[in-house]
């Protein structure tokens, strides 16, 4: 049996800002569980769900070392859906109502959490073959068991795979500030390991320290290591490359199944998704209070509001769009308050086209992906994306740009040869992005059988964990042969 212990900062359905925590809650369910125990280690914050409170156990509690400080850690454990969660608390640094801060406070936050990971190990009785980490916040796990932990024996034979969700997010800081609060040595501060433009940079030492490096899609991983992409680590990345690559992520096919949600008014299958999906956008405009038509091209968003989310071609393009094309849009998601704005804004000029729900809500979420016609996902950049995925298993079109996992998951539409399963632009500009809208439209407004034939081949995709699990379970194995 092999061991694995997937170490992140969020993770469902204890703590969700965003796509890895969906990753890391759904994927170990789907490992072959006769060969892999692959469980799961978060923070315990104090904004986490309450309603889960009363499920935790307390398991042990002791003290790690940074540096000069001293501080408490203790362990809870917990079951969900036959996966195993322990959950590391300590009020000091898990406070707040959200689980990500400042810069500053959480580039001491994630060190604190890794270190106690590491430390914790004896203490659960759980001793994996590998550690996998994902993103910034856990990059110092395979820095400090290689400098700080690698003398003892029971951590000399512990792998790691660090998994990049978003190079964008670095977890940079000050280098003399990073050495106090980790009490790593100076010594790995150089430009080959730690350091990164005169910073100290938490993914850079993930990436350096790690076994292997992976990412959430195979052109992800490719664009990583090219200029444009690389967010000024392309170098570091090539450096990398043939420990280096992209498993596509997948969803959560019970969480998403139109079938059974217990979220949206009217359940579906592929069989009658048209007249299923007509009856949830009626039932949504009326909670929304949008006029009740089945038959006007609804299209939707649901987004963190950052520029990487492609808002800046949004914005221009709604200027135009709005008056021009019969449509309604419905938006959820919150963010950058410029973007928030935009669509406030948007929506007060017109109420009968837009709605915008600026906040957080698994709930109106599920019922957006469900009543849409299409999703607008226009990101500048992409490292896989799980919005088109959930939206295509809801026979609800895709509109992207190509780039990252957009580009491996949303098959153009091609009205020659009626493939295809959503529709795409290549250049991250406004004009190529309305011109597509346009042409949905138009299939959608005039080609009812075309219409149709997309729909049933988006639902016909699969976009379940079993194929990548499959992958992840062939990277454990080859690391632990080493
Ligand atoms: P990212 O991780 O970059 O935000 P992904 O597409 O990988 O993008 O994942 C986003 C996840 O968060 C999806 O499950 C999506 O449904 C969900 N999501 C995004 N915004 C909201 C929101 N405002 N309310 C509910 N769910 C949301
Ligand atoms: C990040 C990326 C997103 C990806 C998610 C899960 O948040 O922005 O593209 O799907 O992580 O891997």
């Known amino acids: 049996m092999k061991k694995v212990l997937l170490v992140s900062s969020e993770a469902v359905p204890y703590v969700k800002t965003g796509g890895l925590a969906d990753v890391v809650g759904s994927l170990p369910k789907y490992f072959n569980k006769d060969e892999y125990d692959v469980r799961v280690i978060i923070p315990k914050y104090a904004c ?22 001293r501080q408490y850690v203790g ?6 859906h036959g996966v195993h969660f322990y959950l590391v608390d300590n009020e000091f640094y898990f406070a707040g109502d959200a689980p990500y801060h400042n810069i500053y406070e959480d580039v001491e936050k994630f060190a604190y959490f890794s270190k106690a990971v590491l430390a914790s190990l004896p203490y659960i009785d759980f001793a994996p073959d590998i550690l996998h980490c994902n993103d910034w916040q856990t990059g110092l796990v395979p820095v400090y068991l290689r400098t700080m932990f690698g003398d003892d024996n029971f951590y000399a034979g512990i792998k790691t795979v660090f998994t990049i969700h978003n190079l964008q997010y670095q977890g940079r800081w000050r280098i003399r500030e990073v050495m106090d609060i980790t009490g790593l040595p100076e010594q790995i501060f150089n430009a080959k390991e730690l350091e990164s433009y005169g910073e100290a940079n938490y993914l850079k030492g993930g990436v350096v ?18 200029v444009e992409g690389g967010e000024g680590l392309s170098g570091l990345m090539c450096a990398k490359r043939n420990k280096l690559r992209g498993i596509l992520n997948g969803i959560d096919y019970e969480e998403y199944n139109p079938q059974t949600d217990p979220y949206i008014p009217v359940n579906y299958i592929r069989k009658d998704a048209l007249v299923g999906k007509k009856r949830n956008k009626t039932a949504l405009q009326k909670e929304l209070g949008l006029p009740v038509k089945d038959d006007v091209f609804m299209l939707g968003i649901v987004s963190r509001m950052t520029s990487q989310k492609g808002f800046d071609l949004i914005s221009y393009a709604l200027e135009e769009l709005l008056p021009e094309l019969k449509i309604q849009m419905v938006v959820i998601g919150s963010g950058e308050g410029q973007y928030e704005n935009m669509f406030r804004s948007f929506q007060s000029r017109y109420p009968e086209k837009l709605n915008v729900y600026i906040g957080y809500s698994e709930e109106r979420s599920h019922k957006v992906y469900a009543a849409c016609d299409a999703l607008l996902m226009p990101s500048m950049f992409e490292p896989c994306g799980l919005s088109q995925m959930i939206s295509m298993r809801y026979g609800t079109i895709p509109i992207v740009r190509e780039t990252g996992g957009l580009k491996d998951t ?35 407004e005039e080609r009812k059988d075309d219409w ?18 499959r992958e992840y379970e062939k990277l454990y194995d080859k690391l632990t042969e080493l």
């Not at 986490?48 to 307390?58: E, G």
């Not at 320290?209 to 090219?226: G, L, R």
């Open 75 to 80: 362990i809870f454990e917990t079951e969900y």
């Open 48 to 69: 986490m769900d309450s309603s889960f409170l009363p499920k935790l156990r307390f398991l042990c509690h002791f003290y790690v070392n940074l540096n000069w400080r």
């Open 410 to 444: 949303v098959e153009p539409y091609n009205e020659f040869e009626n493939t295809g399963c959503g529709f795409s632009f290549a250049n991250f500009n406004a004009q190529e992005m309305m011109e597509i809208i346009r042409y949905a439209y138009e299939v959608y």
């Open 209 to 226: 320290y790690a076994d292997y490096v992976t990412t959430v899609s195979p052109t992800y991983a490719h664009e990583i290591t090219t």
């Open 452 to 469: 149709h034939g997309l729909v049933n081949r988006a639902m016909d995709r699969n976009f379940s964990w079993n194929a990548s699990a």
